[in-house]
């Protein structure tokens, strides 16, 4: 079981920037950032692999990076031109095994950190 701590969210008006951190309790190769809103399934926004490949949702892509520092166990979210639709709660996800795009491939989850964009 891998722990993970999210922070770095906050309220921001829309055309700002916000930063998300995970740290994990240990290395996993893949890890991810996932969002969801009330009444909504849970999405994937980002996600990254231990050799630097990562994969972006359509609607973040160009305007959010994802990053992993394998050596401090870190996975972070730089979020730029943020938009009132991208308003969730966003969690950190860790998985053994290869990248994934699939919310029910990851087996461990921080508890999340909203994020306002008004």
């Known amino acids: 079981h891998v722990q993970l701590v999210e922070s770095g969210g906050g309220s921001v008006q829309a055309g700002g920037s916000l930063r998300l951190s995970c740290a994990a309790s240990?290395?996993?190769?893949?890890m991810g950032w996932f969002r969801q809103t009330p009444g909504k399934e849970r999405e994937a926004v980002a996600a990254?692999?231990?050799?630097?490949?990562?994969k972006y949702a359509e609607s973040v892509k160009g305007r959010f990076t994802i990053s992993k520092d394998n050596a401090k166990n870190t996975l972070s979210l730089q979020m730029d031109s943020l938009k009132p639709e991208d308003t969730a709660m966003y969690y950190c996800?860790?998985?053994?095994?290869?990248?994934?795009?699939?919310?029910?491939?990851?087996?461990?989850w921080g508890q999340g950190t909203q994020v306002t964009v008004s």
């Open positions: 996800a860790a998985k053994l095994g290869f990248l994934s795009f699939e919310v029910r491939a990851y087996e461990n």
């Open positions: 240990r290395y996993t190769y893949a």
């Open positions: 990254i692999d231990g050799h630097g490949d990562a």
